[in-house]
């Protein structure tokens, strides 16, 4: 009974300990949240680079917020959505798998490779080739076999005579990708080309030109631009590494561990994978607020898009309602032009686009034009938009009559026209600024959104611990 006293009470005291390291700094709707989360959300959010900055009491609100949307999202059951947790664990798991990888793998597997590259060398020199191909196809005909090889052999009397390779190879060579190089091929080793152009290169010397030969593919040429021995290991580390990388290797790996401890418990990979995440996490936390971070921030915004961010996109009544009681904030210092400019083939098109879409509203300028125009070609380009001075060449010429202003046309569309209106004071329409009322919108119903959430839930913050951050 004593030892089990004395066991109760040194728990009691790691938990006193543990607490005092790492006290509640807030709790929402009774949820608590220590100090150290707080601190890695906070120091993420104001780290270097960090434009808008914000003092621990301006974050503090943003990051109540925060947690006030995850918290509702977790009300809506949106965690348990399988879109939801197919997305989570595709983030978390980018994190998690690396760490299942056994120390040395990776070096072990890049140390293959290099002796792999060694064995299919098979004691032979690395070559880099130059060629000049003259092309055949494989149903060539008698007539055409003959032109091509008359033609390879006055290359080869040109090659001879001094002609310079790689200036004949960029004239001649119908290989189109080493034309361009003087005929310049990567290094190659055994098994990597067609066995005739293999043989025929490793019998060269450098600077060595071969005679004319035939290969599958036509008939060829060949210099020898140099030789050398496979670097070291050590020389080619870091470009073997990274090839592998890009090959998924840790992946691979991490798959290889996954696959022999689900055999051996008959666990599946996910079980294991949400298993080893809680294993990781308890040991470092800064990979447990990191995962935090993928959850919750995909839950806010499913929260907050479903909420709030698409109904408010899509509600054009009430985006119309807004502008109209914001009216001013969205006034220009300048005239912009709302409108299209258009450009076409034919110069009668131009006062025919105009005559048909005089009496129609903006939206369905478009249409009207593709079924009109564009049906069965196009003859009649369009870009529709809110100009201001400089935006637009065209448009500063024809709209804004501005006289240095020159016209542009776009190839092949030698006529240009305009059509709309001016807007000297501001936006005539929520649709001529509708980027800005949408985002302006959205923000508004956000704030909305939040201040039901603050009266649905509680708030309890911690001053004294709050004094602490970054402070202990």
């Known amino acids: 009974m004593k030892k089990l006293f004395v066991s109760l009470a040194l728990a009691a005291i790691a938990l006193t300990a543990a607490a005092q390291e790492d006290p509640i700094v807030m709790r929402i709707n009774g949820a608590p949240v220590t100090r150290s989360e707080f601190e890695y959300n906070y120091n993420k959010n104001?780290?270097?680079?960090?434009?808008?900055k914000k003092n621990v009491e301006e974050y503090t609100e943003l990051f109540v917020n925060y947690k006030l949307k995850v918290l509702a999202a977790l009300d809506d059951h949106l965690d348990t959505l399988s879109s939801y947790q197919k997305e989570f664990r595709q983030y978390r798991d980018q994190q998690i798998r690396p760490l299942?990888?056994?120390?040395?793998?990776?070096?072990?597997?890049?140390?293959?490779?290099?002796?792999?590259m060694i064995a299919r060398l098979e004691g032979k020199q690395l070559l880099q080739p130059a060629h000049i191909l003259i092309h055949l196809t494989q149903d060539a005909t008698e007539e055409?076999?003959?032109?091509?090889?008359?033609r390879i052999d006055s290359v080869y009397q040109a090659l001879k005579d001094g002609a310079d390779f790689a200036e004949l190879a960029k004239q001649v060579s119908q290989d189109p990708g080493s034309a361009?190089?003087?005929?310049?091929?990567p290094w190659i080793g055994p098994n990597q080309v067609v066995k005739e152009f293999e043989d025929v290169a490793y019998s060269l010397e450098v600077d060595q030109i071969s005679e004319p030969f035939l290969m599958p593919f036509g008939y060829d040429i060949v210099k020898l631009i140099g030789k050398k021995d496979l670097e070291t290991y050590e020389e080619l580390h870091d470009k073997i590494m990274k090839y592998l990388d890009g090959q998924g290797i840790e992946n691979h790996l991490a798959q290889q561990v996954l696959d022999s401890i689900a055999g051996q418990n008959e666990k599946t990979i996910e079980?294991?994978?949400?298993?080893?995440?809680?294993?990781?996490?308890?040991?470092?936390?800064?990979?447990?607020?990191?995962?935090?971070?993928y959850h919750d921030g995909l839950l806010l915004f499913e929260e907050c898009n479903t909420k709030v961010w698409e109904p408010a996109a899509k509600d054009t009544l009430a985006l119309?309602?807004?502008?109209?009681?914001n009216k001013k904030q969205y006034a220009w210092s300048e005239p912009h032009y709302s409108g299209m400019v258009y450009y076409c083939k034919n110069a009668d098109d131009v006062k025919a686009v105009q005559k048909l879409v005089k009496k129609l509203p903006q939206d369905k300028w478009m249409g009207v034009i593709r079924e009109t125009f564009n049906k069965d070609s196009i003859m009649v380009r369009v870009e529709r938009r809110v100009f201001k001075k400089g935006d637009n060449a065209n448009v500063d010429k024809l709209a804004f009559k501005v006289k240095e202003a020159e016209l542009k046309p776009v190839k092949n569309f030698p006529n240009v026209g305009v059509?709309?209106?001016?807007?000297?004071?501001g936006p005539a329409q929520w649709t001529d600024v509708s980027n800005q009322v949408v985002s302006d919108y959205q923000r508004f119903k956000e704030d909305e959104f939040v201040a039901e959430l603050r009266k649905r839930y509680t708030v309890e913050i911690d001053e004294k611990v709050l004094e602490t951050v970054n402070n202990h």
């Open 271 to 293: 079980q294991i994978l949400d298993e080893k995440t809680e294993e990781f996490c308890a040991k470092d936390n800064e990979l447990k607020y990191l995962v935090q971070e």
């Open 100 to 116: 299942l990888v056994p120390e040395g793998a990776k070096e072990k597997e890049c140390r293959a490779y290099y002796d792999g």
């Open 180 to 185: 361009a190089r003087g005929g310049m091929l």
């Open 419 to 425: 059509f709309g209106k001016v807007l000297k004071k």
């Open 46 to 52: 104001n780290s270097e680079g960090v434009i808008d």
């Open 320 to 325: 119309e309602r807004y502008f109209k009681q």
């Open 144 to 150: 055409q076999r003959a032109a091509a090889k008359v």
